[in-house]
């Protein structure tokens, strides 16, 4: 109930590209939703996070789809670019969890110019 | 402002030694998380700290691990006899408890 599940592991896109990942959870007391951005060698950034309240959050060329019936998130990036490319990490948390973040597996993204 | 900051950013240490990471939190945050980040896997939590209290460490092996965030100074992981199944990168994060992480860039542990 605990698990996080992203897909796909790994990501090949072209300049200009969508790119897209899912996540999927269990625990219904999830109620947070963020996804961050993780370069080598960095510690992770948040990118963009949605509440179970809304189903999709935009900024800039980041956008958050989430479907609360499905238990299903994804991250999609419009017009990629070579500097996107990254390991990108969904993750859940709950307020009556301590706020501690539950991670997906990451998917390494690669833009090619 | 500066953010959180971690060090050592690279460790190394023999079998059976001991690692101390330090993590201290962005200013004004008085709420510090660890996380260990195995190669190729996303990170996990192991404890969270608020200053001279330990709320949740339902992720931290029961054995050798420990941490601590004092009063004055930095929050502190401490592993003991550390193995080689111990090395990976351990992140440090702070907030004000609303929901906004802020990480560190990381200590990378390597047992040789």
């Known amino acids: 109930q605990q698990q996080v599940k992203q897909s796909p592991q790994s990501l090949i896109v072209q300049k200009g590209g969508i790119s897209i990942i899912n996540c999927a959870y269990e625990n219904t007391a999830f109620d947070y939703f963020p996804w961050y951005q993780q370069f080598p060698g960095k510690g992770p950034a948040l990118l963009i996070a949605i509440r179970p309240d809304v189903s999709e959050k935009k900024e800039g060329r980041f956008t958050i789809s989430f479907n609360k019936s499905a238990k299903q998130f994804s991250l999609h990036i419009m017009d990629s670019q070579p500097g996107d490319s990254a390991t990108y990490f969904c993750?859940?948390?709950?307020?009556?969890?301590?706020?501690?973040?539950?991670f997906g597996k990451g998917t390494k993204l690669t833009v090619n110019p | 402002n500066a953010g959180v900051m971690q060090n050592p950013r690279h460790l190394v240490r023999r079998r059976g030694q001991e690692a101390r990471l330090r993590c201290s939190p962005m200013k004004g945050h008085s709420h510090v998380y660890w996380y260990r980040q195995l190669p190729e896997e996303g990170l996990k939590f192991m404890v969270y700290?608020?200053?001279?209290?330990?709320?949740?460490e339902s992720g931290m092996p029961k054995e050798r691990f420990s941490a601590e965030f004092p009063k004055e100074g930095p929050s502190i992981l401490r592993i003991q006899q550390v193995v080689r199944g111990d090395s990976a990168a351990y992140f440090c994060?702070?907030?004000?408890?609303?929901?906004?992480?802020?990480f560190g860039s990381g200590t990378r542990l390597t047992v040789v």
């Open positions: 994060a702070s907030s004000q408890r609303n929901y906004g992480y802020t």
């Open positions: 700290l608020q200053k001279e209290n330990i709320i949740d």
């Open positions: 993750a859940a948390s709950w307020r009556g969890g301590s706020e501690k973040l539950v």
